[in-house]
């Protein structure tokens, strides 16, 4: 009986152990973004309370936006996967204007600079996760052949 409770216990501190580290790397991504795009290196709490309120009116938005497809899905008579695949669709527009405008104002530069960060994100995470993948790959394939 002890014994689920100490795995959850485990993975709940592994969890909260992980949020720093998480936090320092998106804090890192952006700083580096703004680096690549000219834009003075901002401090790490400028850095983290952009992207905290990014983060928050993001989520504010897409809550609504998922509720509103649901609902014309739901309307429509279109299956709940359809819904999710559009949400995921329109929400990209939808963080590329929050974080730009939330990096226009809060850092005081032109809306095209923050549009160009938010791009030099996005292409950061995406090679991130190539990169994993790729590793991911050649660990499945070597224990393939041996």
Known sequence: MAQPLLI??????CVVLLIPVLMFLLTF??????VLCGLPKPGVTVAA???FVSWV????AVSL???AVHAACDAAR?????ASIITFLLALPIDLLISAG??????????GKGVEVWYTQ???HLAIVVAIVLAASVVYLIQQFV
């Open 49 to 51: 309370g952009i992207m």
């Open 102 to 111: 939330v990096e226009a104002g809060l850092m005081g530069v032109r809306f």
């Open 65 to 67: 936006l998922r509720a």
């Open 8 to 13: 959850l216990l485990g993975c709940c501190t």
């Open 57 to 60: 009116a993001f989520v504010l």
């Open 122 to 124: 996005r292409l950061i």
């Open 29 to 34: 991504i952006y700083r580096w973004s703004c």
């Open 78 to 82: 279109l299956p709940p996967w359809e």
